[in-house]
């Protein structure tokens, strides 16, 4: 076996080429000229088994497989690019993945792999989609994704999402999202500076799909919003000076539409999807928020949805202690297919 290893080294030129391309080389199958998420399962096996940050996992193999899974999700999600499912070589070389599976192999907390494999960010992912999930049969309806975040998103931004224009559902089942559909929307709702998160966006609001967003559009989306600034008694902000807003924002090249490349050249444009159907994280904008202001200058390096992550992880934990304590601190794992953790 041995040999044959070294022969494949050798004649396979592995040694003269650089660690994306033997990474692809090693991990796809020999008829494809592609990675498919099948393809990532042996890593996070053997991550999984050596992994010092991931040993406690070994006595729940269901919550091993989640997390695996999780990863993957997320690892296609910013790396495959064209979203059909096979990355390619120009996209593995594109992302960050390489660094991060290397930086998982050196740091022993798990925790400081920002980059996919972070175990605090599967948790954060996985209960919220527990929350939703209300009867636990693993898929979301409307009913329940108008729920997350605390009723942040309006109904007609959910209905984009079913009707699976930004992205296909995997699901297979009529009306309901899975859990991988889920992981898609998360990321695209909790870090709207990413490309992917963008396009995400700009396909749902987009609602003719001809590859620009105009003022109709836009009025669409914002006219529930500026509905619900009325029922809570709030002052509401006009469309016309809303609009103003988005354009300066922005500053698109043409000022009569607003395109993906537009948004994509612009550091505001995850700020104008909140503004058109996150009221929540709209009136956050609204008011400057002084707590996000200051967490983005304490730590420019992390991404949106890393300080999401870890303010939503802290949230969870401090909710699990409140419980452990009611319940005598009884033991979590009992019923592990009741809750999450």
């Known amino acids: 076996m041995e040999d044959a290893f070294v022969d494949y080294w050798i004649n396979g030129s592995m040694l003269t080429v650089d660690i994306a391309t033997q990474v692809f080389k090693i991990l796809k199958q020999?008829?494809?000229?592609?990675?498919?998420?099948?393809?990532?399962?042996?890593?996070?096996?053997?991550?999984?088994?050596?992994?010092?940050?991931?040993?406690f996992l070994q006595s729940?193999?269901?919550?091993?497989?989640?997390?695996?899974?999780?990863?993957?999700?997320?690892?296609?999600?910013?790396?495959?690019?064209?979203?059909?499912?096979?990355?390619?070589?120009?996209?593995?070389?594109?992302?960050?993945?390489?660094?991060?599976?290397?930086?998982?192999?050196?740091?022993?907390?798990?925790?400081?792999?920002l980059r996919y494999f972070s175990y605090e960010h599967f948790y954060v992912i996985y209960c919220k989609?527990?929350?939703?999930?209300?009867?636990?049969?693993?898929?979301?309806?409307?009913?329940?994704?108008?729920?997350?975040?605390?009723h942040a998103l309006t109904y007609r931004i959910v209905d984009r999402i079913f009707s699976q224009v930004p992205r296909k559902f995997t699901s297979k089942v009529e009306g309901k999202m899975g859990y991988e559909?889920?992981?898609?929307?998360?990321?695209?709702?909790?870090?709207?500076?990413?490309?992917?998160?963008?396009?995400?966006w700009f396909k749902c609001v987009d609602l003719d799909?001809?590859?620009?967003?105009?003022?109709?559009?836009?009025?669409?989306?914002?006219e529930e919003q500026l509905h619900r600034m009325e029922c809570m008694a709030q002052e509401p902000v006009l469309f016309e000076d809303i609009l103003c807003q988005i354009i300066d924002m922005i500053g698109p090249?043409?000022?009569?539409?607003?395109?993906?490349?537009?948004?994509?050249?612009?550091?505001?444009?995850?700020?104008?999807?909140?503004?058109?159907?996150?009221?929540n994280k709209f009136m956050a904008f609204e008011t400057r928020d002084p707590f996000l202001i200051?967490?983005?200058?304490?730590?420019?390096?992390?991404?949106e949805w890393d300080r999401f992550a870890h303010r939503e992880y802290i949230r969870l934990s401090m909710e699990e202690d409140v419980e452990d304590a009611s319940n005598g601190s009884a033991e979590v794992w009992d019923e592990s297919l009741e809750a999450p953790f």
Do not use: C
């Open 129 to 150: 989609f527990w929350e939703l999930d209300t009867d636990h049969d693993f898929f979301i309806d409307k009913e329940n994704l108008i729920r997350y975040g605390n």
């Open 253 to 279: 090249e043409n000022e009569s539409y607003i395109t993906l490349q537009d948004l994509k050249n612009s550091k505001l444009s995850g700020s104008v999807f909140n503004v058109l159907f996150n009221l």
């Open 60 to 113: 729940t193999p269901e919550f091993q497989e989640r997390y695996a899974e999780t990863v993957i999700y997320r690892i296609f999600y910013y790396i495959n690019r064209s979203g059909n499912g096979h990355l390619t070589l120009r996209e593995l070389k594109r992302g960050n993945l390489v660094e991060a599976m290397q930086h998982a192999d050196e740091e022993e907390d798990i925790n400081k792999v």
């Open 181 to 200: 559909d889920f992981v898609y929307f998360i990321l695209s709702e909790e870090d709207k500076s990413s490309e992917p998160s963008l396009e995400y």
């Open 294 to 303: 200051r967490q983005e200058r304490e730590n420019p390096t992390l991404t």
């Open 209 to 222: 799909g001809n590859g620009i967003l105009t003022r109709n559009e836009l009025q669409y989306f914002y």
């Open 30 to 55: 020999p008829d494809h000229k592609y990675l498919t998420q099948e393809d990532f399962k042996p890593v996070l096996r053997e991550l999984l088994a050596t992994h010092p940050g991931l040993e």
